[in-house]
């Protein structure tokens, strides 16, 4: 894999997640699933353009990015808690290290704002988000197992010491028509990407 890039083209399309949350504090996992859909996007996409102009960045520095949606529920929901939404990226690269630079979101993982994260491709193809915010950090690692397989691993840690730590799988739901489309399911899907 060359840049981040490529893991969002990848990543395009529709998937499955089933995730574990451990609350260190409260020594518990609590259980949870989503439905993501992920779409990559051009360097010259309006989206891409405008999350650039959101956070003063020159738009041409953009190599692209991905607008990603999600739906799900946790094991601990309570009755008015709602686990939707959908939020852009823009890849800003390093000029000298493609393989690092800046990722601009629309909104975080920890926090509903506008937020700058680094990230970088590690040795082993897998794609490293680190954002830092007013009141705490995330690190999240991503890879693929195989092309409809990939995995997720983020930490959330809070100042004062409480911390999460999540594993996640995401299976790729294959395109099916409206004819062959299964009925609707009860359960509800729970987004951790919040990339």
Same mark, same amino acid.
Request: aromatic share 12%.
């Given at each position: ?10 990543? =395009? ?14 020594? @518990?996992? !609590? ?14 996409? #309006? *989206?891409?353009? !405008?999350?650039? %102009? ?11 990015? +991905? ?9 601990? /929901? *309570?009755?008015? !808690?709602?686990? %939707?939404?959908? =939020?852009?990226? +823009?890849?800003?690269?390093?000029? $000298? =290290?493609? &393989?690092?630079?800046?990722?601009? &979101?629309? &909104?975080?993982?920890? !926090?509903?704002? #506008?937020?700058?994260? %680094? ?28 092309? /409809?397989? &990939? ?5 959330? *840690? @809070?100042?004062?010491?409480?911390? =999460? ?6 299976? @790729? ?6 004819? $062959? ?6 359960? *509800? ?7």
């Amino acid at each position: 894999m060359k840049d981040a890039m490529e893991f969002f083209q990848q990543s =395009t399309g529709r998937w499955r997640s089933q995730r574990t949350t451990h609350h260190l504090a409260f020594k @518990r996992a !609590e259980p949870g699933e989503s439905q993501i859909e992920v779409e990559a996007l051009a360097a010259d996409h #309006p *989206k891409v353009i !405008e999350i650039c %102009q959101l956070h003063e960045v020159d738009p041409s520095l953009a190599i692209g990015g +991905a607008y990603v949606a999600w739906h799900g529920s946790m094991a601990w /929901d *309570k009755d008015d !808690e709602n686990h %939707q939404g959908s =939020t852009v990226f +823009a890849l800003i690269p390093d000029a $000298e =290290t493609p &393989r690092r630079g800046t990722l601009l &979101r629309e &909104r975080g993982y920890a !926090e509903i704002v #506008p937020v700058a994260g %680094q990230y970088h491709i590690d040795d082993e193809d897998g794609l490293v988000l680190t954002t830092e915010y007013e009141t705490m950090s995330s690190t999240e690692r991503f890879w693929f197992a195989n092309p /409809d397989l &990939r995995m997720r691993t983020s930490t959330v *840690k @809070r100042f004062g010491g409480f911390s =999460t730590a999540t594993f996640c799988t995401e299976t @790729r739901i294959a395109e099916t028509s409206d004819a $062959e489309a299964p009925a609707a399911e009860s359960t *509800k899907y729970f987004s951790y990407f919040g990339w």
